[in-house]
């Protein structure tokens, strides 16, 4: 079963400007946040009180935020992609905050483990790495609360990389992607400890991915929007003008 009308805001954290996403079930309030990677108190702020500075892009509900009849924001759970320090290094500070559970492949369980010392590498002090408390299984569709999210294990990117399907009734689906695919471009694949491997990436971006809807929307954890029709038609790396197996080359962002 899907949403309607989904809220879907987009928050640009850190200094990769690695995209949050908060989804909300208007009819509920139920909320959950994918990727929570840096700006903890910032998301913080506005997913309770839409205080302090939003997000960076919103398709939020035209009759305006509270105050309109919305119920407020129940944080269900924090789910990620993968385990690249920019999407969970600050998983600690929100975890201690909404007290629910962070779900992740088991395949970067040990690249979460080098979280602090991958940031370092870009002059950022991090907390002590935090554990998943729930496993994502390959094809498995879970709900939180009003939500239901489907799981894509998409390797390549990295070992346990992931691409999260958000069914929607009323207008088109959205996929969250993480790394694994952007908008004319692919996750990198030699990144240190991290398992890339482009053939594997090719092989799950064509195999989970281009199965969905053309319409598809596409959040990629780095740059714009885009959709699963437009990669599949014009991404150099991995469209149809690449061939089956792909045309190798390095993606653009960690
Ligand atoms: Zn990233
Ligand atoms: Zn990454």
Redesign the pocket.
């Known amino acids: 079963m899907g949403l309607t009308r989904p809220w879907i805001e987009h928050f640009f954290v850190g200094p990769l400007q690695m995209r949050c996403s908060v989804v909300t079930d208007i009819a509920t309030g139920d909320t959950i946040i994918i990727d929570g990677g840096d700006e903890p108190e910032r998301l913080i702020a506005w997913i309770d009180a839409y205080e302090g500075r939003g997000p960076d892009w919103t398709t939020g509900p035209e009759d305006g935020h509270e105050g309109n009849g919305l119920p407020s924001r129940n944080v269900i759970a924090l789910v990620n992609t ?1 385990a ?1 320090f ?2 969970s290094g600050f998983i600690p500070a929100l975890k201690a905050h909404y007290g629910v559970d962070w779900y992740l492949h088991p395949d970067d369980t040990f690249l979460q483990t080098l979280a602090q010392q991958s940031g370092r590498r870009y002059g950022l002090t991090l907390p002590e790495p935090a554990e998943a408390d729930q496993a994502f299984e390959a094809g498995q569709t879970y709900r939180f609360g009003s939500i239901d999210l489907q799981v894509l294990h998409t390797p390549g ?2 070992l346990g ?1 992931c691409c999260l399907v958000l069914p929607v009734d009323d207008g088109p689906d959205h996929v969250f992607v ?2 694994t695919l952007f908008a004319g471009s692919v ?2 694949t030699d ?1 240190a400890n ?1 398992g890339g491997d482009f053939e594997l990436l090719a092989r799950s971006i064509h195999t989970q991915l281009w199965p969905l809807d053309d319409d598809t929307v596409v959040h990629p ?1 780095h740059g714009p929007l885009t959709t699963i029709g437009h990669e599949k038609r014009t991404n150099p790396f991995v469209g149809d003008a690449a061939g089956p197996g792909g045309t190798f080359g390095f993606g653009k ?2």
């Open positions: 993968h690249h920019d999407h990117h990295t990389g993480g790394d996750g990198r990144i991290s954890g962002y960690a």
